[in-house]
């Protein structure tokens, strides 16, 4: 931990992201001393970044309407979470968690005086476990995921191991888990589910319908919703994109400086216009390519699409596939998906397409674009399969805090 607080250090000369982080996790215990009741008694929830609070809050939100009385502090590793829900208002506190240190891990803990510590999917801090194990706070993971590869798994892996032995619970998402736990002597499991089927299914019943973008599709054969696009999905689908003229886009890059948007309109097909100059009619009838260019929308917008194509699949990880499929549309993705159940299930169910590269990506966009049956086979596949997993929040819910 501490070559990687000098990384860390190292990093955020160059890289804003990383400098707002280490700022962010500075400040912290300041914060905590400003605004956390001094008696403590906090549900204490983390997540590491933005997808990872998407599976907590489904708990998070069901916790405050059931008990409103309850104190929640939410923290966050990543920028990406904490820039965007630092002004979350279900719960009464939210900061950075310290790096993982056995200083940083015992202040901490003293001064939030959890009752309850909630992690969320794969976070394993060693010392901020041992903590709380040591002080007899009950402990718990949800929406929890592992794979053999993992070294809690391996001959080696023995200190590992004992990050595990710290938690009360461990609620997962599938059998497999459940399985390796056992394998190294862990039953103290429960197969819950993913919580983001619940939190998906929340957001589809409350989407936002947008007049603009009704004008936008109103005439269009077609539309595909690229969401959460990086440059590697761009440079597969937008040859197919440009060259298939009934196909209307709505993209929603996951990064849009100015920059990065000034490069993207010259790539997409014209008329380009980005959401937030949007303001007529008839420019939303016009437009053949519409560019998301602020956050907040892209969960409601994929009903206006036929078809999805989900980013991060060239990268370090997918984006949220649940949230496209929710709406009953096909969902492509590309080929590092390996770590992510969700779309392993969506390719089992039907409801799901991967690609590699342009080839495969225009002949799954044929097949699905051309063939009205085969699409709408696709689509229910898709709505079927997020309908049929919900129910873990509750459970969750029932174990932790129902008497």
């Known amino acids: 931990m501490k070559a990687y607080q000098a990384a860390i250090a190292l990093a955020a000369t160059g890289n804003g992201k990383v400098r707002r982080m280490r700022a962010g996790q500075r400040q912290t215990f300041d914060y905590l001393a400003a605004n956390l009741d001094p008696q403590g008694g906090y549900v204490w929830f983390h997540a590491a970044s933005l997808g990872e609070f998407e599976q907590a809050r489904p708990l998070i939100e069901m916790l405050r309407r059931e008990r409103p009385d309850e104190k929640i502090l939410l923290t966050f590793f990543s920028p990406s979470g904490y820039e965007v829900r630092k002004d979350y208002d279900q719960v009464d506190a939210v900061c950075y968690l310290p790096v993982d240190t056995a200083a940083h891990a015992r202040r901490f803990v003293e001064a939030v005086k959890p009752r309850m510590a909630i992690f969320v999917k794969y976070e394993f801090w060693g010392n901020y476990l041992d903590t709380l194990h040591s002080a007899g706070i009950p402990t718990y993971i949800i929406s929890c995921i592992l794979r053999p590869s993992q070294i809690f798994f391996k001959p080696w892996g023995g200190m590992f191991r004992k990050m595990l032995r710290c938690f009360d619970t461990f609620f997962v998402q599938n059998d497999e888990t459940q399985q390796l736990l056992a394998s190294i002597g862990l039953e103290n499991v429960v197969v ?35 969401g959460s696009s990086w440059q590697p999905d761009e440079d597969i689908a937008l040859p197919y994109i440009n060259a298939r003229n009934d196909l209307k886009l709505i993209i929603a890059p996951h990064e849009f400086d100015d920059q990065r948007l000034a490069i993207l309109e010259r790539r997409l097909p014209e008329p380009v216009v980005r959401y937030s100059r949007l303001t007529e009619p008839d420019d939303a009838a016009q437009a053949r390519s519409l560019i998301i260019d602020c956050f907040g929308l892209l969960s409601s917008l994929y009903r206006y699409g036929d078809v999805a194509e989900v980013g991060g699949g060239f990268g370090s990880g997918i984006h949220n596939l649940n949230e496209a499929a929710a709406h009953g549309i096909p969902v492509l993705f590309g080929p590092k998906h390996e770590k992510f159940q969700e779309a392993h299930d969506l390719l089992a169910c039907g409801g799901g397409f991967t690609f590699s590269n342009a080839q495969e990506f225009a002949a799954t966009m044929d097949t699905l674009l051309d063939n009205d049956q085969t699409r709408a086979h696709a689509a229910k596949a898709a709505a079927t399969h997020i309908a049929t997993h919900v129910g873990a929040t509750s459970t969750i819910y029932r174990a932790l805090f129902q008497d």
């Open 192 to 226: 819950a589910g993913d919580t983001r089927y619940d939190r998906v299914a929340d957001i589809k019943a409350a989407a936002r319908t947008f007049p603009l973008l009704e004008v936008f599709t109103a005439n269009a054969t077609h539309t595909l919703v690229m």
